[in-house]
């Protein structure tokens, strides 16, 4: 928790010292909805053989463009997501079981995990370009906090029946492991285009990455997992409309 306090005071720090900046004075502030692809894995150690698991991410965003201070136009951004994660095993080989014919792809072994949290996370934002009318160019980073809600394993290893060929990693203890650490947080970042119409709002594409500092297990010495956090990469699309808008017929 000591790691999570200190980069959430960094980026507090940050924000503020951005807000305090002497520059063109802005209140702008939108919201709107988000959309997006997540393609996911868990840093296992000891290790685990995976592929990126793919699942849904949306929710709300909120943005209070602060002001433009030279020719970065700055902005802090929250969200409230409900997104998919998880892992997906790489495993190699086939499962010798009566109801399998061997060899048949379809009957190739795997096992993914599933897992739905309500993630939060709050950027300080730098833009350049257009605000008002036109393209614009961003890059943001802050911390992300999330709220673990379900899990869903999809499995066809049947225990007690081997693999036709060593499996690719001995490690299996998380296969039968509930989540433990129900609350997550760690780092995120990302750039991204805006596209802005007056009167229609303000369209969005970004790609971002979040790295876990926290684990789905515990790590003590007692533990099984040293290591167990979350790594993401999101591309998302969002729209947002204005709220407020600054009086100020020198914006663009």
Known sequence: MKRFF??????????????????????????????????????????????????MTAGVTFRYTCEK???????????????????????????????????????ALHYERKMTYIQIPVFARLGWGMERKGLQGFFQIGPQIGFFLSELTDTNI?????????????????????????????????????????????FLLEGRYYYGLGNIYGNSKSDYFGKSNFGQIVIKATYLFDIIKTKNDKIK
């Open 158 to 202: 049947v225990p007690g029946y081997e693999p036709t060929e060593p499996r690719s990693s001995n490690i299996v203890a998380q296969e039968t492991m509930p989540v433990e650490n129900k609350f997550d947080y760690g780092i995120v970042g990302g750039a991204g285009i805006e596209f802005s119409m007056p009167k229609v709002g303000h």
């Open 69 to 107: 201070y030279f020719k970065s136009i700055c902005a802090i951004v929250a969200e409230v997501n409900f997104a998919q994660t998880g892992w997906k095993e790489k495993i190699e080989g086939f499962q010798n079981q009566p109801l399998y014919y061997a060899d048949d792809p379809e009957n």
């Open 6 to 55: 200190f980069i959430f005071s960094f980026f507090h720090f940050f924000i503020v010292t951005t807000v305090a900046q002497v520059g063109e004075y802005r209140t702008d502030f939108a919201v709107g909805v988000n959309g997006g692809y997540i393609l996911s894995n868990v840093g296992f150690t000891p290790d685990v053989p995976q592929k990126m698991l793919g699942g």
